[in-house]
């Protein structure tokens, strides 16, 4: 069955699927341990579609497995509907499913040795997999998908956007990838400051048409208004 809504007032949010498997292959990079629906075999749809209250056909972004085998019996899934999930012991009147609109409105918190906190009703045990990266994972659809909600957005977001270019970035990330930054007609992020200053101080984005957006902002702005990148010497400029 589909994701119902726990309250009238959840937000429709529809979030782009590139964007979402963008997010998540940067995780997968760094060993987070999961698999696609083109990984998955038959046998093993059937085992989730059976354990986990998927709409039938509904596509598995990422499907982290936390069984000691890799059984699909327990683990999270993520979709373009929202989060699924189960564990061994599921504690009554706890959640195990959010759209991505309930998502939005969820504290992510750790909890003992391998509990990840969603909510106050929602608990995932994390024992076969890496609850750090996860829990990044988590945070950074977040935070995603509340920049869709920001006044301003400056580009409708649609399935089938173009492929991205590939930035010249020698230099890695520091501090928190917080971030979102629509550029050249193309939504990225989140990404941490250092990589928006290069990009930027590059001549690698467009400085009149790219807007940058983070939580706490009301709405986007274009990145030379926003701090900390208002004083920084862009190579348009010099």
């Not at 292959?25 to 083109?38: A, I």
């Not at 048409?209 to 702005?221: I, Y």
Request: hydrophobic letters at 45%; charged letters at 25%.
């Amino acid at each position: 069955m589909a994701i119902q809504s726990r309250e009238a007032a959840a937000l429709r949010v529809e979030p782009d699927i590139k964007m979402l498997q963008a997010i998540c292959l940067k995780y997968r990079e760094q060993f987070l341990r999961y698999v696609t629906h083109e990984e998955l075999t038959p046998s093993q749809l059937k085992t989730i579609f059976e354990r986990f209250p998927l709409s039938p056909g509904e596509r598995i972004l990422a499907f982290v497995d936390t069984t000691l085998l890799g059984s699909r019996k327990l683990g999270m899934a993520l979709t373009l509907n929202g989060i699924y999930w189960r564990s061994e012991a599921i504690q009554p009147g706890f959640i195990t499913q959010l759209s991505w609109g309930q998502f939005l409105e969820v504290k992510l918190g750790i909890f003992g040795k391998y509990d990840l906190r969603l909510g106050t009703d929602g608990v995932f045990n994390t024992a076969g997999c890496n609850r750090e990266l996860l829990t990044g994972l988590l945070k950074e659809l977040q935070i995603y998908i509340a920049s869709l909600q920001a006044d301003g957005l400056p580009v409708p977001f649609e399935t089938g956007m173009p492929s991205k270019k590939k930035w010249n970035v020698p230099v890695k990330a520091a501090g928190e990838a917080e971030w979102m930054l629509v550029a050249n007609g193309e939504m990225r992020g989140p990404l941490a400051a250092n990589i928006m200053m290069w990009v930027a101080e590059t001549g690698q984005i467009d400085l009149e048409t790219s807007h940058v957006w983070k939580r706490g902002m009301k709405e986007w702005l274009k990145i030379k208004e926003a701090a900390p990148f208002a004083t920084v010497r862009f190579k348009a400029d010099k």
